[in-house]
């Protein structure tokens, strides 16, 4: 079956720290891969995507990159603010497979000032 | 953003009554899901719709039933609650085109 497996959080880290969240995946087929962060008190929202080898998402200062060979889609961004802080989903969906999406358990990274 | 919202927001309930959780979405999308989210497990896929009266079962559906008789309204049912139905649940949606999924804010279910 397919499955995602992130790091355990909660992450702590200070103001301009260097984040890495990992993230690996096993899927039958070729897959998709997302991140998904949620703010407090609110629903997901996508934060970056790739589709296919090689791939690099970013946004907001956020990066991943797919990594077929490692099976890997690791979160990185240089410079964390305090209003990072959230929860953040790994997620895949297979290609010609439907739209649903298999998720990670979730990361909760905190940032102090 | 997608406008998608749930209702209610918050509910406590007791073991054994029904429990419907409602989805509505303004955005025409023709998929919509149900998950669930609870500690260490991420999300789980409860139940998914691909049209109107076309629904098909998820991760985690025992227990839940649900019902789409519009293309905006998507119905979440828990024919006799329990404790292990206590969760966080999300409904969300999109055009079935494997782009952005989108959220709702998410209603607190605790049943004792």
């Known amino acids: 079956g397919n499955s995602v497996t992130q790091m355990e959080g909660p992450v702590t880290l200070s103001e301009e720290a260097f984040l890495t969240i990992n993230c690996t995946y096993t899927?039958?087929?070729?897959?998709?891969l997302f991140w998904y962060v949620q703010y407090p008190g609110e629903g997901l929202q996508l934060l970056l995507k790739?589709?296919?080898?090689?791939d690099k998402g970013s946004n907001k200062g956020f990066e991943a990159t797919y990594r077929k060979e490692t099976t890997s889609f690791h979160l990185e961004k240089g410079s964390v603010q305090v209003s990072d802080s959230a929860v953040y989903f790994c997620?895949?969906?297979?290609?010609?497979?439907?739209?649903?999406?298999?998720f990670g358990g979730g990361t909760r990274l905190m940032v102090k000032p | 953003d997608a406008g998608i919202t749930q209702s209610p927001r918050h509910k406590v309930t007791e073991t054994g009554t029904p429990v419907t959780l409602r989805c509505h979405q303004t955005?025409?999308?023709?998929?919509m899901y149900w998950y669930r989210q609870d500690p260490g497990h991420g999300l789980r896929l409860i139940h998914y719709?691909?049209?109107?009266?076309?629904?098909d079962k998820g991760e985690v559906s025992d227990g839940y039933s649900v019902s789409r008789s519009k293309t905006e309204d998507f119905l979440l049912t828990l024919e006799s609650a329990t404790s292990s139905q206590t969760s966080v649940y999300f409904c969300a949606s999109d055009t079935g085109t494997q782009e952005t999924q989108y959220f709702g804010p998410g209603t607190r279910l605790l049943v004792l």
């Open positions: 790739a589709t296919k080898a090689d």
């Open positions: 719709s691909y049209g109107v009266k076309d629904t």
């Open positions: 997620a895949l969906i297979l290609n010609n497979a439907g739209n649903m999406l298999t």
């Open positions: 899927a039958t087929g070729y897959p998709s």
């Open positions: 955005e025409n999308h023709r998929y």
